[in-house]
């Protein structure tokens, strides 16, 4: 309001009054005026102190306004830019977006819109931009517009980094050092820095070991942590970024005067969950400004990966150790030069080293009893040596034999169940993990593994396969030499047997022979001769029964040497040693050579000859040829004429005893198949082509 006063009653008249209603309205405009730079001012200092770029457009699409940062962004100044197209600051290939938006009014006035574009500098450079543009009102429906323009080239180049790393760290082809040195690189390149490098905390010393650098320098050697930038990192387990370190307090700092880094941006790199050490970035000269949170996002993202790769280098590194043990395990159980206690001494090493403890013992278990079969140590067993016994609750064993399952601890000091033990408190054992050695279902003992020092972490998984399968194998080894001692008790008995039958009964009979010759000699009478010639008959059946028992006793179970053997050759001499003159053999020329001894294949193949002219008369005609066979090994087949195999008696004709002549033994047939089953060979009786009997023979290897 402006008011006026006067002395005297009706002072003004209406020319004066008119006056002063002008001169109101010219100091009202001023005050506006003025209040318009106020808040132009105040508005444009607030545009300046948000950072971005801002500009301002008329409704022609010149530019009003642009602000501090926009000058710094585009390197043209204020006076330049106003009056000018909004164009001049774009490139080219973005001119028709620009306009395009400039004269969609629906969709400025519709919140704005973003657009990326690329800004043309004063210099030429191009500058990758995200562009917010907005209405601004006026006296009309449509005043201009305005942008805030945000440089994104860090986050172009936090993108392109990403995509890098993600390569880098997915390429199946590299190895740990390439990957490792290739994250080094690429983090050097993202923050402009000189090196990079990959730290390895000792946890025990706190000493510093560079594992890679991007230049190179330094692999290998080891600092003390408190003169390094990364104690920080280690220490405070969170990233640390120094972009001036001299005037951020580092100028005494025993890491700044080794190694005089102005620029220092680290992070902690965990592995399996447990710290490693830490991953940085270096440069001696100084950052104009401090590291963004792009970039100290992409150091950590580093960290990670480098975690990742030092993870999966582990990883092969554990399954090639697996495949060692387990190539080394074959090479044991198979060297035909240990005895079964080299291999279990062997298996004990194995399984100590692999697990890296101390100890490994092999024990036996009866009840309450305790004692120790084998034991492997690097110093021997200051408390025990092997066949000591002692109670089962003074061992570590005792909850392997009572569960009857692997047991593992890791360290017995830290377990309720095991703290009191006088295994640990008494004898030192710190960490154990043993398996029952079950043979034929019986439990005969425990294998197992301990270390008078714990474990930093739990028996793994694969570590609790590996004791179990050698525990199986040790089971599998004590049965296999308990069932070979009792073959070897059962060969005696038949050897003595055989002994027995060839002493007191072939004397007595060759006694009786002898007589029997001596009577028909002498015989006149035609009856006593026929008697005799009968008598004659059961001692010849009785000497090819002893025959026939000594072979089937003396034909071991398995074949020890073979030999290259020409199958048609050894069929022939079969045939040779028979009486077989009016009897045909046919041997095919494609037999093959196979894997035999010569002796009992000869053997084997005389009892099938045998059986034929026993049970299909003098003049049977037989054959040996190749047989097909499903798939195990190589095969042949002996074919004759006679009257056959009935099908319900095929599977009895190999029993001991068996036999359909008034003449046989019945042992014939068992001779031919456990010479077949000790070759590891199978045979069949079938029918032949011609209606007679066949044996079929599978699972031969040629040779």
Not at 558 to 580: I, K, M, N
């Amino acid at each position: 309001m402006l008011t006026v006063y006067a002395d005297r009653h009706d002072a003004f008249d209406g020319e004066e009054r008119t006056v002063l209603a002008e001169l109101a309205d010219t100091v009202a405009k001023a005050l506006t005026a003025a209040e318009n730079r106020r808040r132009l001012e105040q508005y444009e200092t607030v545009v300046d102190a948000v950072g971005d770029a801002v500009y301002a457009c008329d409704a022609a699409g010149r530019i009003a306004f642009v602000n501090d940062a926009f000058e710094d962004l585009t390197g043209y100044d204020r006076g330049a830019l106003v009056g000018s197209p909004l164009s001049r600051v774009f490139a080219d290939g973005d001119l028709d977006r620009v306009e395009s938006t400039l004269g969609d009014r629906d969709a400025l006035s519709d919140g704005g819109v973003a657009l990326e574009l690329d800004a043309v500098r004063a210099d030429g450079a191009t500058v990758p931009c995200e562009v917010h543009v907005g209405v601004l009102s006026g006296a009309s429906d449509f005043g201009g517009t305005a942008g805030v323009v945000r440089d994104v080239s860090d986050r172009r180049a936090d993108e392109r980094a990403r995509r890098r790393l993600y390569e880098l760290a997915t390429d199946p082809d590299r190895g740990f050092e390439a990957t490792c040195r290739g994250l080094l690189d690429l983090g050097c390149e993202r923050l402009g820095v000189d090196n990079g490098k990959l730290n390895a905390v000792d946890a025990e010393t706190g000493r510093h070991e560079t594992v890679f650098a991007a230049d190179g320098a330094g692999e290998g050697t080891t600092v003390a942590g408190d003169e390094t930038y990364c104690r920080r990192v280690v220490d405070e387990e969170r990233l640390v970024a120094l972009h001036n370190a001299g005037e951020q307090g580092w100028a005494d700092d025993p890491a700044y005067e080794r190694y005089g880094h102005e620029c220092y941006i680290g992070t902690e790199v965990v592995a399996d969950g447990e710290p490693y050490g830490a991953v940085c970035f270096t440069d001696p000269s100084p950052r104009g400004t401090g590291f963004t949170e792009a970039e100290r996002s992409f150091v950590e993202l580093v960290a990670r990966a480098v975690g990742h790769e030092i993870e999966r280098e582990r990883a092969r590194d554990r399954l090639a150790s697996r495949e060692e043990t387990l190539r080394r395990l074959h090479r044991v159980l198979s060297d035909p030069e240990r005895d079964h206690e080299g291999k279990v001494e062997a298996v004990l090493e194995l399984g100590r080293e692999a697990l890296g403890v101390r100890y490994g013992v092999l024990s036996q278990v009866n009840g309450d009893r305790y004692e120790l079969s084998s034991l492997v140590a690097p110093d021997g067993y200051e408390e025990f040596e092997p066949g000591a016994v002692i109670d089962i609750t003074e061992s570590g064993c005792e909850r392997t034999v009572a569960d009857r399952e692997t047991v593992s601890v890791a360290s017995m000091a830290d377990d309720p169940a095991w703290s009191d033990k006088p295994i640990h408190t008494h004898v030192g054992m710190s960490c154990y993990i043993g398996t029952p050695v079950v043979v034929e279902g019986d439990l005969h003992g425990t294998l197992c593994f301990h270390h008078d020092e714990p474990r930093d972490a739990p028996f793994r998984s694969w570590e609790e396969t590996l004791v179990e399968l050698l525990g199986q194998w040790v089971g599998y080894t004590l049965a296999e030499r308990r069932n070979e001692a009792a073959l070897a008790r059962e060969r005696d008995r038949l050897e003595e047997f055989a002994a027995t039958l060839s002493h007191d009964l072939r004397t007595p009979l060759s006694v009786a022979t002898g007589r029997l010759d001596l009577a028909a000699t002498d015989a006149e009478d035609g009856a006593v001769a026929e008697s005799l010639d009968a008598a004659r008959a059961a001692l010849d059946r009785m000497d090819a029964l002893v025959d026939d028992t000594l072979a089937l006793a003396r034909q071991g179970r398995t074949v020890g040497e073979t030999a290259p053997t020409d199958l048609g050759a050894a069929a022939r001499t079969a045939w040779s040693h028979l009486d077989a003159a009016d009897a045909t053999l046919h041997v095919a020329d494609d037999l093959p050579r196979v894997g035999a001894d010569d002796d009992r294949l000869v053997r084997l193949l005389e009892n099938v000859f045998a059986n034929s002219l026993d049970h299909a008369g003098e003049t049977v005609a037989v054959s040996v040829s190749p047989a097909e066979t499903d798939g195990s090994g190589l095969g042949f087949r002996v074919d004759d004429d006679g009257p056959g195999i009935p099908e319900s008696e095929r599977e009895t004709v190999f029993e001991r005893g068996y036999s359909t002549s008034e003449d046989g033994t019945g042992f014939g047939l068992s001779i031919v198949e456990r010479i077949a089953t000790a070759h590891g060979w199978t045979v069949r009786a079938a029918e032949s082509p011609d209606g007679g009997a066949a044996f079929v023979f599978a699972g031969l290897e040629a040779a």
